[in-house]
Nanobody
């Protein structure tokens, strides 16, 4: 089973940008769909968006137009580019295949002035 490690989180001001990375311990080329999720304090985990092996993407309405998911199968890495960040984007962000079972440790994103 491929292990996934999220990174790139941090503290950013509203309107700022961050790029998160999801690095796999092995090949992701056989993983048809990779998803990014987030969990805000006191809320359930939600799907932010996903990308297929063919490069098709789909996003939650709350991030559409601001977030972009990409994948580099040669580097076994999936990215989440987040622009125009808002305080409500504050959450722990996770990546995981869809369908999937286990979760990584995630990376904390805090949007605050």
């Amino acid at each position: 089973q491929v292990q996934l490690v999220e990174s790139g989180g941090g503290l950013v001001q509203p309107g700022g940008s961050l790029r998160l990375s999801c690095a796999a311990s092995g090949s992701i080329s056989s993983i048809r769909v990779m998803g990014w999720y987030r969990q805000a304090p006191g809320k359930e985990r939600e799907l932010v968006g996903f990308i297929t092996n063919g490069g098709s993407t789909n996003y939650a309405d709350s991030v559409k137009g601001r977030f972009t998911i990409s994948r580099d199968n040669a580097k076994n890495t999936v990215y989440l580019q987040m622009n125009s960040l808002k305080p409500e984007d504050t959450a722990v962000y996770y990546c995981r295949p869809i369908p999937g079972s286990s979760w990584g440790q995630g990376t904390q994103v805090t949007v605050s002035s």
